[in-house]
């Protein structure tokens, strides 16, 4: 049982902006957070605008330089794409472990995103990528690093009149490694307990780029930036990426909570990210470790 | 997808049609399509709908509970405190059809009044015009609460100076063992190996919540249609709100799922009191995540092996203690107790044997039944202790368990002579070999194979006295009915009377009606629990059937002028086995019956073995009627880096006695293997002081269909069990060894044992880092 | 007298849904989800297993895709189409999934059925050649506490071979 809400349809974006505008309000998109919010804590009278009829915002776009997703794309819309497991490997991989299949067709990555929730699976892959968010209001657009876009724990830099329009990325150039896992208490449909992106790109036997974003481990999602630039300009040996590794698990800040201790966290961080910096560095650079 | 091995079998003196077979299920097509009625799809004209406020506290005095401005919203119709209901006010949670002496504190109040003692402990009922209206007469009601101490953990519940949770003492029940010489025993043993087991609370998650409707007819009987594993509630029902029996009718709809949550009343007197207020239909679906809190999840245990074995592997003496959480309220905890007292030796012969078992109360959510019952926790505990003994001798553990089986014949921890096979090593064998060979262990996964076996119990307590009806008769087209107050809760238990009439009278089974669960209208079979109900209703079908049979047979003898021993019944025919074409319809032979006044019908009783109880000090005596054994078998990988445990292979193997349905054997072992996998990784109720942290599926982690692993079921079949046809219950039995199988096999994996369930990735890897400093 | 925000919240809308092919109307508040009005309409096999998308015993199609109907508001369905599991066939018209699941055995309580079968409808659609990976992933939202779905695998298994054989549009 919902508790009753005013519940706007705009037909448009220009409306749905117009509605936003007026305040009081928020954007309702797959519902799949919101409403089970809603029916949990039982407070009657919100306003919500909808955005089911605004196909501008579904689409995702595939440029050689720049891949771009509306805020309405779907987790299954996601998967269906064939260009995505190239332009954003990890964003599949995590699609595929993401809740279950009837939340896949509704959840979009703007509402994953925009609920702040350090458990939000969309956001490490993205980060990963160095995603850009795009935010529009009647007052205009803008647009901002994702990382930039996250300040605290369920809070965003969405100010209560925009909508995140469009996630968009630099396709990873060939040889790069993006990869994703998902640590949670059970394989299927579970809240993450620690999620993992890396990024690697290697020229030669030189790590160039390095990207680690960690999930449900700090107020935010957040990339390990201590560790990522121990990586960059270095040959990655098995002590390089397990120094790294013990790095990044210093950098987070976990809790303890029904899931797991903060304790674990550390160690699943540690663990988790030498294993994906290890596969990434064997996939960007040819070099295989034997340790 | 099963193997049927059965050696050394009785010769099956039967020629089996329709038992054994895998035949369609009666109740499969009407939910597969999507027709089969549930408590919560039924509707009247003028219904109301019931919302139920739970306390939000774990121990508090209620000071005041203010239900006037509920009552003042428009479209509730009733809202009911403590102080609106009769006097009786309590509801007895004891068993149904018991005729035993009542256990202490088993009575739980309908309404808490004056006091609630566990989060969740139901204050207020309403009925309203609608749903929304209901759930906004809650938020009307208030109510100050008093906090005071609660306990929330059954060693400070014992400990001098606890708070009380009712009576004078928080000790619920208890039972003593001894049997034998435990001092000699352990002057014996070459080893003693000592260890401390503990498991969790589970939750029942049945898909479909409590639901149930309830409205006063025109003849004042109180109807109440429900989601119930039991009929003969009808009895505490009228009991508990004042009214004769004879004025109430329970009828259960197809059960979405019970295992043990649905066997004591949930809803049903709250609707019944709604009923008779509002004078209207009042029907209730409880929200998920009230239901989590209106019924009694699995009781945790802590479980304490101390063990004395020669240094070939014979056990010489054993001391079992146990402890159980029964919660707030006693409910079946002294049963639950008792089953886990008598299931803690597992399926092996100790003669020199000390147990000591306590339930204690606490603030918390009260436990009840759930499939296994407390032999199930007590079986994790004595499997383990095989593995750990058998790593301390150097020896396999296999053998341990093979010098330790008990057999046919001999005398179980209770004093009881088992007298069915006792078919635990040809399964377990079977269960380990069928594993395959062992694939390798990565750098980073450890493969791990692990056994367990198991003795648990069907039927029920044999001093309750357990008895179950059936009738069946055939019309006069010929064609077949079977009444059956039995529940069907998702385990085939009316398709199985479909089957066994069928056999017998020579008529396919999907043509055979059946009508169940009806407490006015259909003879009463007792209650879909303790794996009874096929052991129970089943005989008394096979009896009913057999008595018709015998009548048909009779009249169609003096027909053909032949002996009846001369004359089969089979494709809806009765024949002379030597001369087929010599035949008459199952039509014509009733018309022949009914010309000669005989009964085609029959109403047969059948009557389980009783006994007068247990000795308190020695805790010996006939407990129940019989038991089944097998074993199950786990293949687990172990990421010795974050700690995750994957089940690679789950596979059962039971003697069933006799597999009446194939497919819903095999169907119940698979779906254990699943249980007992959540309850062995995944799944954990976490209370805080009471409070439950994991209340919704998001929190309490099921089993999904990403963590199912290749599971297959061996059906053995001795024939010697107490059910129609030689067939044993199963459907505890087979959950009884999978965690501990599942444990046992992360055991071998990462060569040490977690003892505590579930194993979480973080007590994996806590163990890991532990051996890693040690060494 | 109600508030302003008061009348815009108890304004109710009529929203007309195909279900099964045909036209069901109802007015409804915004509050009020595909699940509840299915089911107040006469629907009792969209089954409430949670309300919050855990378990997906409320599954149906929505214009072919599946989504859990306690998770998808009434007025977002008006002008939409609903298949539930009685529209995929019945005793006299089987659909081959629901032929197999019945040989198959893959039903006990029976209670998470017309959500899986839903669920497993549009993983068919989706791919008519599934692997066992590809199942499990399709029933990844939809819980069984009874079956240990090993018997729901292999009768999607072979209602996808029926329906290849068949050549016939799922």
Not at chain 2, 427 to 449: K, S, V, Y
Not at chain 2, 509 to 521: K, L, T
Request: net charge negative.
């Amino acid at each position: 049982m919902l508790p009753p809400f005013e519940l706007l349809q705009p037909p448009s974006l220009d409306e749905a902006l117009k509605m936003l505008a007026a305040g009081e309000s928020a954007p309702l998109a797959g519902g799949t957070n919101l409403l089970p919010d809603l029916r949990a804590h039982g407070k009657a009278g919100g306003r919500f605008i909808s955005l089911a009829a605004l196909d501008q915002l579904r689409g995702i776009e595939h440029s050689e330089h720049r891949v771009s997703m509306g805020g309405s794309t779907t987790l299954s819309d996601i998967l269906r794409d064939p260009l995505m497991p190239t332009a954003a490997p990890a964003l599949v991989s995590m699609a595929e472990v993401f809740a279950g299949t009837m939340v896949r067709n509704a959840a979009t990555v703007a509402g994953n995103i925009c609920y702040g929730s350090p458990s939000a699976d969309v956001v490490p892959p993205l980060l990963s990528l160095d995603a850009e968010v795009t935010l529009v209001s009647t007052k205009g657009e803008r647009t901002l690093g994702l990382d930039d876009f996250l300040l605290d724990y369920k809070k965003t830099a969405r100010r209560p009149d925009e909508l995140l329009t469009a996630v968009s990325w630099t396709p990873p150039a060939t040889g790069t490694a993006n990869l994703f896992y998902k640590l949670g208490r059970r394989r299927g449909d579970a809240i993450t307990v620690v999620g993992v992106a890396v990024t690697i790109v290697a020229e030669g036997n030189t790590c160039t780029k390095a990207r680690i974003a960690l999930g449900s481990v700090a107020p935010t999602v957040f990339r390990a930036q201590g560790a990522e630039n121990a990586l960059i300009g270095e040959s990655l040996t098995a002590a390089t990426i397990d120094a790294a590794a013990q790095s990044a698990a210093q950098e987070c800040r976990p809790i303890d909570d029904i899931r797991a201790s903060a304790e674990y966290r550390r160690h699943a961080v540690h663990m988790l990210v030498r294993r994906l910096l290890t596969q990434a560095w064997q996939t960007a650079s040819g070099v295989n470790h034997d340790d | 997808m099963s193997k049927i091995a059965s050696p050394g079998a009785s010769a099956a003196n039967v020629n089996l049609r329709q038992i054994g077979k895998p035949l369609v299920r009666t109740d499969s097509p009407p939910k597969v399509y999507g027709t089969a009625v549930y408590a919560g799809d039924l509707t009247m004209p003028d219904m109301l709908y019931a919302a139920v406020l739970h306390s939000e506290r774990a121990s508090a005095l209620l000071r005041r509970v203010d239900t006037a401005r509920a009552k003042e919203l428009a479209g509730v119709h009733c809202v009911l405190t403590a102080k609106d209901l009769p006097a009786s006010q309590g509801v007895m949670t004891d068993m149904p059809g018991q005729t035993g002496g009542m256990t202490k504190n088993t009575k739980q109040p309908i309404l808490a009044k004056d006091r609630v003692r566990f989060c969740g402990e139901p204050i207020a009922l309403v009925a309203a015009e609608s749903v929304s209206i209901a759930e906004q007469a809650l938020s009307l009601i208030e109510i100050d609460y008093e906090d005071i101490a609660g306990v929330y953990d059954p060693v400070d519940a014992l400990a001098p100076g606890a708070p009380i949770v009712f009576g004078d003492d928080n000790i619920v029940a208890s039972y003593k063992v001894r049997k034998g010489d435990i001092d000699k025993g352990f002057a014996e043993a070459d080893l003693i190996v000592e260890n401390t087991f503990t498991t969790q609370y589970q939750e029942q998650a049945f898909l479909e919540p409590e639901a149930a409707l309830a409205w006063v007819d025109e003849h004042e009987v109180l109807n109440i249609r429900s989601s119930t594993q039991v009929v003969e509630h009808y009895r505490a029902v009228a009991d508990a709100i004042g009214l004769p029996h004879n004025r109430v009718r329970l009828r259960a709809e197809f059960v979405g799922g019970g295992f043990g949550g649905k066997e004591v009343m949930t809803i049903e007197v709250w609707l019944a009191l709604l009923a008779l207020a509002s004078r209207r239909p009042v029907r209730l679906v409880q929200p998920r995540e009230r239901s989590f809190l209106s019924h009694g999840p699995r009781h945790p245990f802590t479980m304490t092996h101390r063990t004395g074995v020669t240094s070939d592997g014979k056990i010489t003496a054993l001391q079992i203690k146990l402890t159980s959480d029964a919660g707030a309220y006693a409910k079946l905890s002294p049963y639950i107790l008792l089953y886990a007292t008598v299931g803690a030796t597992g399926p092996y012969r100790v003669d020199n044997l000390q147990i000591d078992s306590v339930s204690a109360a606490t603030n918390n959510l009260p436990t009840c039944a759930f499939r296994g019952f407390g032999t199930m926790q007590a079986n994790l505990a004595c499997e383990g202790q095989m593995e750990e003994i058998a790593k301390a001798l150097g020896m396999d553990s296999m053998e341990v368990r093979r010098r330790n089986f008990i057999h046919t014949g001999d005398a179980n921890v209770t004093g009881q002579i088992i007298r069915s096979a006792v078919w635990s090593d040809q399964c377990a064998t079977q269960a380990l070999a069928a594993l395959g060979e062992r694939p390798a262990d990565t750098q980073t996964t450890r493969i791990g194979h692990g056994v367990a076996c198991y003795q648990q119990s069907y039927g029920r307590i044999r001093w309750m006295k357990d008895s179950s009806e059936a009738w069946v008769g055939v019309e006069m087209d010929g064609t077949v009915i079977v009444r059956s107050a039995v529940t069907d809760i998702g385990a085939g238990q009316s398709s199985a009377l479909a089957q066994i009439t069928g056999e017998i009278l020579g008529v396919p089974m999907d043509q055979v009606v059946v009508y169940f669960g009806d407490g006015a209208v259909t003879p009463l079979a007792g209650t879909s629990t303790a794996s009874r109900a096929l052991y129970m209703s089943g005989n008394a079908t096979k009896m009913a059937a057999s008595q018709v049979r015998e009548n048909l047979l009779g009249c169609a003898a003096r027909h053909f002028g032949v002996e009846v021993e001369e004359l089969d019944m089979g494709d809806s025919q009765v024949f002379a086995i030597d001369d087929p074409q010599r035949s008459m319809t199952l039509n014509e032979c009733v018309k022949l019956c009914a010309a000669e006044g005989i009964h085609r019908h029959n109403l047969a009783i059948f009557k389980a073995p009783t006994s007068e109880g247990i000795d308190p000090e020695t805790g010996q005596g006939e407990v129940f009627p019989d038991f089944t054994y097998g074993a199950h078998a786990a293949q687990v990988a172990v990421d010795i880096e974050t700690g995750e445990v994957r089940v690679l292979q789950s596979i059962g193997a039971h003697d069933v006695g006799q597999a009446i349905n194939m497919r819903a054997v095999e169907g119940q072992v698979e779906g254990s293997a699943l249980m007992g996998q959540g309850f062995a990784l995944s799944e954990e109720l976490i209370l805080k002081q009471g409070q439950l942290q994991t209340g919704s599926f998001s929190e309490y982690l099921v089993p999904t269909s990403e963590d199912v692993p290749e599971i297959k079921a061996i059906i053995l079949e001795s024939r010697s069990g107490l059910g129609p046809f030689g067939a044993k219950g199963i459907g505890e039995p087979v959950y009884a060894p999978v965690a501990a199988s599942i444990a046992n096999a992360v055991a071998d994996a990462i060569g040490v044992h977690i003892f505590e369930l579930p194993i979480t990735p973080e007590k994996v890897v806590k163990v890991l880092r532990e051996q890693e400093a040690a060494s | 007298m109600m508030t302003d925000k008061e009348n815009e919240m108890a304004t109710e809308k009529l929203v007309s849904v195909q279900v099964n092919g045909e036209t069901c109307k109802a007015t409804v508040p915004a509050c009020r989800t595909l699940l509840e009005m299915l089911r107040e309409l006469g629907h009792a096999e969209v089954k409430c297993g949670c309300e919050k998308g855990d378990c997906g015993a409320c599954a149906v199609l929505l214009d072919g895709k599946v989504v859990d109907s306690c998770l998808t508001l009434a007025w977002h369905a008006d002008g939409h189409s609903v298949t539930t599991a009685q529209g995929l066939g019945g005793p006299n018209n089987p659909h081959p999934l629901q032929t197999a699941f019945i040989e198959h055995g893959s039903a006990q309580c029976g209670y998470c059925t017309p959500g899986m079968i839903m669920a497993a409808k549009a993983l068919l659609d989706d791919i008519p050649d599934p692997s066992l990976e590809d199942i499990k992933r399709g029933l990844s939202g939809n819980l069984c506490r009874c079956t240990g779905y090993t018997r729901i695998f292999s009768a999607i298994h072979a209602a996808a071979q029926t329906l290849r054989q068949q050549g016939a549009a799922p």
